[in-house]
C-alpha cells in the first residue's frame, strides 16, 4: 500500500498518524507487523530500523486512544466501534424505584438522645490519663 504523500512529508509525520491514515485507507482491522511494514516501506526504513522500532510503534498504538486492540493482535479505529448497550428496565425493578422513591419523601423524624449516654462533661478530671502534671507554655511567654 503506497500512501498518497511525498516521502518529506511522510518522514515529518509521527507513526501514530500513519497508521490512522493507512487503517483509514484500508478500511478494516490490521496486525502491529502489517500496519509498520507498511509505514516501513513507504519511508524505505531497513530490517534493522525496523527491528528497532517496532517495540516502540506497539506501545504508540496501545496509548493512542483513537485505536483499538482486538481479539488475535488486530488493531482498528476507535471511531469503528461503538458500543451498543441498552439498559431494559423490568416492570418490578420500576416498581421498587417508586417505592423507594415514596419512602424517601417521607419525613424524617429526629430521634432523642438515647438513655444509656452519660451527659456528664466533668468526666475528663476523673480519668488518670497520665497527663496531670503536664503543663501548657503559651507562645507569647515562650518568646519572652
Known amino acids: 500500500m503506497k500512501l498518497k504523500y511525498s516521502r518529506e512529508e511522510l518522514e515529518a509525520m509521527p507513526y501514530d498518524d ?6 483509514k485507507e484500508k478500511g478494516k482491522k490490521m496486525k502491529t507487523i502489517e500496519i509498520f511494514t507498511v509505514i516501513c516501506k513507504n ?4 530490517i534493522n530500523q525496523y527491528e528497532d522500532k517496532i517495540a516502540d510503534f506497539f506501545t504508540l498504538l496501545a496509548t493512542e486512544k483513537r485505536f483499538i486492540q482486538l481479539q488475535k493482535g488486530y488493531w482498528d479505529l476507535k471511531e469503528n ?16 424505584d417508586d417505592d423507594i422513591d415514596m419512602e424517601l419523601k417521607t419525613p424524617v423524624e429526629e430521634e432523642e438522645t438515647p438513655d444509656y449516654y452519660d451527659t456528664k462533661e466533668d ?9 496531670g502534671d503536664l503543663v501548657i507554655i503559651d507562645e507569647l511567654e515562650e518568646e519572652e
Not at 500513519?18 to 487503517?23: G, N, P
Not at 475528663?124 to 490519663?129: H, K, L, R, T
Open 123 to 131: 468526666d475528663d478530671d476523673d480519668a488518670d490519663d497520665g497527663l
Open 43 to 46: 519511508l524505505d526504513l531497513d
Open 18 to 23: 500513519l497508521a490512522y491514515m493507512i487503517l
Open 81 to 96: 466501534h461503538t458500543s451498543d448497550i441498552k439498559i431494559e428496565e423490568t416492570v418490578e425493578e420500576s416498581e421498587e
